[in-house]
């Protein structure tokens, strides 16, 4: 009966711990620092299979209690964390509308941008107050080097973004910019490429790409207006 207790102490906390565990591994299969939210609704339902840890948790209980041991934490831990897992790990039926993983996109990006970018990738792209944001991860280690050499030495890309054309892109990613290495500020309609536009609206896509995480990121089809 010594064991079945110490067991029964044991699985409480895995039990308690389980949902932070889940959400942990989720995102580190999801590479969050690459696809942020997306790569952890993409593999949510990971955290399925910590559910086991509380109904294994409940089993336990139910032996204490035959036992006339404490099996009350077991039960309340297990009634908790469950359900909690049950809904976390539901997100990627429930958002997954809302993402696409489809790496087709990157096409249509080179048709407007006029440019080639690489085509061995894994991709997430959302929707976002009607433009997409898309994360984008090189999986060719050539492919990848080829690419660094040739926005290090493009005209097109700089390594430096103005503050103007910084401050025309949307607030939180005007602050995601500075983990950054490179950038590439597309006008869709005046075909040209890092310059500040006269008044007027535009469309427009901006190409970011973090160079030790090898992570691009695209806004594409994002409206500016100046007066």
Do not use: H
Not at 30 to 48: P, T
Not at 125 to 130: A, K, L
């Amino acid at each position: 009966m010594k064991k079945l207790k110490i067991t029964g102490i044991i699985f409480f906390w895995l039990t308690l711990l389980s949902p932070m565990v889940a959400f942990m591994v989720a995102c580190q299969i999801g590479e969050v620092d690459i696809f942020e939210i997306a790569g952890m609704i993409r593999y949510a339902w990971v955290m399925w299979f910590f559910a086991l840890i509380g109904i294994a948790s409940i089993i336990i209980g139910v032996k204490l209690k035959q036992g006339g041991q404490r099996y009350k934490k077991n039960f309340i831990a297990s009634f908790i964390c469950v359900p909690l897992i049950l809904i976390f790990g539901s997100y990627g039926f429930i958002f997954g509308g809302m993402v696409s993983f489809d790496a087709e996109k990157i096409n249509s990006i080179e048709q407007t941008t006029k440019l080639e970018l690489p085509n061995d990738i894994k991709m997430s792209t959302e929707i976002s107050d009607g433009y997409t944001v898309s994360y984008v991860k090189i999986l060719d280690r050539n492919e990848k080097e080829d690419f660094e050499r040739e926005i290090a030495s493009s005209k097109v890309w700089t390594n430096k973004m103005s503050t103007k054309i910084a401050g025309l892109l949307p607030f939180s990613y005007n602050v995601k910019m500075r983990v950054y290495d490179y950038f590439m500020f597309y006008n869709v309609n005046k075909n040209e490429y890092n310059v500040y536009p006269p008044d007027g609206e535009y469309k427009c896509v901006l190409i970011a790409y973090n160079c030790s995480l090898n992570k691009m990121i695209i806004l594409d089809n994002f409206t500016v207006v100046l007066n």
